[in-house]
């Protein structure tokens, strides 16, 4: 990965880490390792091939903020998010891309639910006619949706490395048998149910990926992270995906930055630094970004 850009100063925090797209923060002042919350600020960066490129999308953070945000009040289900007396407030600077969040024992496991078979998952269905341990039957194609989401679980790789999908038995080994049975049972209920709310409003959910952790006091599972956002998760258009005169990579075009990939697929050969996309790429992605946020809240971003 490239380099990053400095964190910004926030008065009252102090900078912990930033990952590609995201920066965390602690409290001014407290031990990083023990907290009690996080700040976590959703950047405009936009990520491919493992590079950070520029330029970032405008707006891209707040609306994948705002997305989340709506979506954990859709799920009953306890969140990351950090509220009531105590909670610091969210600086100024980035009031419309930050979240307080409580602090979780995170499992080491990327919750993947998959309602099509596509990506990644196709092409290891076409080597093994299986999905991550899971047999699917034969003859299927990319994009088709499946009669029921499987759950497709991988390992969280330490900083730099990929992540390795694994089976259900490793994720046990992981984490123990009762937490990966609960971290299955809960992906497939919320992705069922986002999956349905979706399609009411014209949009398939074909898969997406959830996060984890353990309240360290009551031993709560707690949804965390980014949920069922562009970025975590891949969405198509409904109507276009039921229009079969339209080619594979039409009727399958998502609502995040694919419009990225395929122009840095057909403008760079991946050696040395990648390209500044051009206005118009950055333009069109954020159009798809902000569809999706408008298509599924049924409003536009504040």
Not at 73 to 79: E, S, T, V
Not at 175 to 197: K, N, Y
Not at 269 to 276: E, F, R
Request: net charge negative; hydrophobic share 40%; aromatic share 8%.
């Amino acid at each position: 990965m490239n380099a990053l850009p400095a964190p910004l100063a926030l008065p009252g925090w102090s900078h912990l880490y930033s990952g590609k797209v995201r920066d965390l923060y602690v409290p001014e002042g407290q031990d990083p390792t023990s907290s009690e919350h996080l700040l976590v600020v959703a950047s405009n960066r936009v990520s491919a091939f493992d590079f950070v490129l520029e330029p970032p999308i405008p707006g891209k953070g707040a609306l994948l903020t705002e997305l989340s945000n709506w979506w954990f009040a859709q799920i009953p289900m306890a969140n990351h998010l950090a509220v009531g007396e105590g909670t610091p407030a969210v600086p100024d600077a980035v009031a419309d891309r930050a979240v307080v969040s409580r602090r979780l024992e995170m499992y080491p496991i990327e919750c993947v639910v998959r309602g099509a078979l596509t990506g990644s998952g196709f092409i290891e269905y076409q080597q093994t006619g299986a999905v991550c341990g899971i047999e699917l039957p034969a003859g299927l194609h990319d994009g088709d949706l499946l009669d029921e989401p499987i759950y497709t679980p991988a390992y969280k790789a330490p900083f730099g490395e990929h992540d390795e999908n694994i089976t259900l038995e490793r994720s046990a080994e992981l984490v123990g048998q009762e937490v990966a049975e609960a971290l299955r049972a809960a992906s497939l209920e919320i992705f069922t149910a986002a999956r349905d709310l979706a399609a009411e409003r014209g949009v398939v959910l074909a898969d997406t990926k959830f996060e984890f952790g353990k309240d360290p006091v009551s031993g709560e599972l707690v949804l965390a992270d980014e949920v069922l956002t562009s970025d975590s998760s891949r969405y198509w258009d409904a109507a276009t995906y039921a229009d079969e005169s339209l080619s594979g990579s039409e009727r399958l075009a998502s609502f995040d930055k694919q419009i990225v990939r395929n122009w840095l697929s057909a403008s760079w050969d991946k050696q040395g630094t990648p390209p500044v996309l051009p206005e118009e790429i950055v333009q069109q992605t954020r159009a798809r970004y902000l569809e999706l946020y408008v298509r599924l809240t049924g409003s536009q971003p504040a």
